[in-house]
């Protein structure tokens, strides 16, 4: 059973101070790796992709991967009241579900001014 | 810029009725995806589509069917609606094993 778990949260952090959301999944073989932002009662917008071990920067964001342990990050810089939302985290198992992905559950994230 | 639209953003329907939830992609994708979202249960799959007229289960399939006539087009429909059925309804579409792109959504309410 493939498998993404994510923390529900809520995650609260104040305004200006770095934001870390995890996430784990069950297949060493997997390919890529999404990080989602769901604003209530709207639909996903993808933040950021990441294929390969380490770190990919964009803008205040920073997503980390290590497929050795697993589990993959979004860091947010800085964080604003405008990034309270729900982080998904999706991931290609690859092989015979190359076009499917996996979605964690989400994790809540509240910025307080 | 990928654009995805679904045919409605509200919709309530009662018990038993036939309903159809359109999505239309205008990037040429080859993949198409229906999920459903509750609270707590995150993203489910139902159906996806890698080509016209192809189609495989999710992982949720039951009561639901689709069809895929044009590459642009993927419809969702619920045979005979149920209660249970009330739902958030997402469709994506991608090119290839790439990043999928999403609808605005279709709140569904079953009566």
């Known amino acids: 059973q493939k498998e993404v778990e994510q923390n529900s949260g809520p995650l609260s952090v104040p305004e200006g101070a770095i934001a870390s959301l995890n996430c784990t999944y069950s297949?060493?073989?997997?390919?890529?790796f999404f990080w989602y932002r769901q604003y209530s009662g709207k639909s996903p917008e993808l933040i950021m992709f990441?294929?390969?071990?380490g770190d990919k920067e964009d803008g205040r964001f920073t997503a980390q991967l290590n497929k050795a342990s697993q589990y993959v990050s979004l860091l947010i810089r800085d964080s604003q009241p405008s990034d309270s939302a729900t982080y998904l985290c999706a991931v290609n198992f690859g092989m015979d579900s190359s076009y499917k992905l996996i979605f964690g559950s989400g994790t809540r994230l509240l910025v307080r001014p | 810029d990928v654009k995805v639209t679904q045919s409605s953003r509200y919709l309530v329907k009662r018990t038993g009725e036939k309903v159809f939830l359109e999505c239309v992609q205008d990037m040429d994708h080859e993949n198409m995806f229906w999920y459903r979202q509750d609270p707590g249960l995150g993203l489910r799959l139902i159906y996806f589509?890698?080509?016209?007229?192809?189609?495989e289960k999710g992982d949720i399939p039951e009561g639901y069917s689709v069809s895929r006539e044009k590459k642009e087009r993927f419809s969702l429909i619920l045979e005979s609606a149920s209660t249970n059925q009330t739902s958030m309804y997402l469709c994506?579409?991608?090119?290839?094993?790439?990043?999928?792109?999403f609808g605005p959504g279709t709140r569904l309410t079953v009566l």
């Open positions: 589509s890698y080509d016209v007229k192809m189609k």
């Open positions: 990441i294929y390969s071990n």
């Open positions: 994506a579409s991608s090119l290839g094993s790439d990043t999928q792109y």
């Open positions: 297949d060493r073989g997997s390919q890529s």
